[in-house]
């Protein structure tokens, strides 16, 4: 459809730079979990590298643009239950939002939303927890851990209530409800946030 549609498709980020100049392209890239980095080298198709040629790509759009960039491999990690790969993914998800607030710092036109449509596994972190005594890196294949500081209640979606961060842009509360403004916010509102955003 997309190629029918007049998208030039590619495969890998490294062939990204022979396409740009292309008005519609569609990138549909695989990229493996999250390695741990060897010898300060980073993986090309790394999450956060995408996330940069992606806003340096939809950035020269005179009218602005929407980049939608998900971290779907932590929800995967939830679902096996597999604290290694979870740690890693949220690593890597955790580089891509500095990259893109790193983009938009000193900006007055652009905002950062960074959420989640759930929460997987039921996720819990005991109290009392350290660097120290939670994460021990041998090896720069894995992380060991104690398992008497975290446990898994579910390998499914649970109604754990997730953070909602905006960077870039104030927001008036004033029309939301009591609740949503001191408490808790649905996730169908965050529509309305960015409507507020783009419009006021």
């Given amino acids: ?16 730079d022979t396409v740009k100049s292309e008005s519609k392209i569609l990138c549909n890239l695989s990229i493996a979990p999250k390695q741990i980095v060897s010898d300060g080298v980073v993986k090309k198709e790394s999450f956060e590298n995408i996330v940069k040629v992606a806003l340096d790509y939809l950035s020269q759009d ?8 998900e971290g779907a491999h932590i929800d995967h990690a939830g679902h096996s239950n597999n604290v290694d790969y979870l740690i890693r993914e949220l690593l890597a998800f955790d580089e891509g939002v500095e990259a ?3 983009w938009a710092k000193g900006r007055k036109d652009t905002v950062v939303i960074t959420t989640a449509d ?9 109290d009392g927890i350290t660097a120290e005594n939670y ?3 041998e090896t720069n294949d894995g992380f060991i851990y104690d398992f008497k500081y975290f446990k ?3 390998i499914s979606h649970s109604d754990t209530n997730v953070g909602l961060y905006i960077n870039g842009k104030s927001i008036d509360f004033s029309r ?4 949503e403004r001191n408490d808790l916010i649905k996730n169908i509102k965050i529509f309305d946030i ?7």
């Fill in 1 to 16: 459809y997309f190629t029918h549609e007049g998208y030039v498709e590619i495969n890998k980020l490294s062939d990204f």
């Fill in 62 to 69: 005179e009218n602005g643009f929407l980049l939608m960039a």
């Fill in 100 to 102: 893109a607030l790193k």
């Fill in 118 to 126: 759930h929460e997987t596994g039921d996720f819990h972190i005991y």
């Fill in 135 to 137: 994460c021990d890196m």
């Fill in 152 to 154: 898994w209640g579910s």
């Fill in 176 to 179: 939301y409800t009591e609740s």
């Fill in 194 to 200: 960015m409507k507020d955003l783009i419009y006021n």
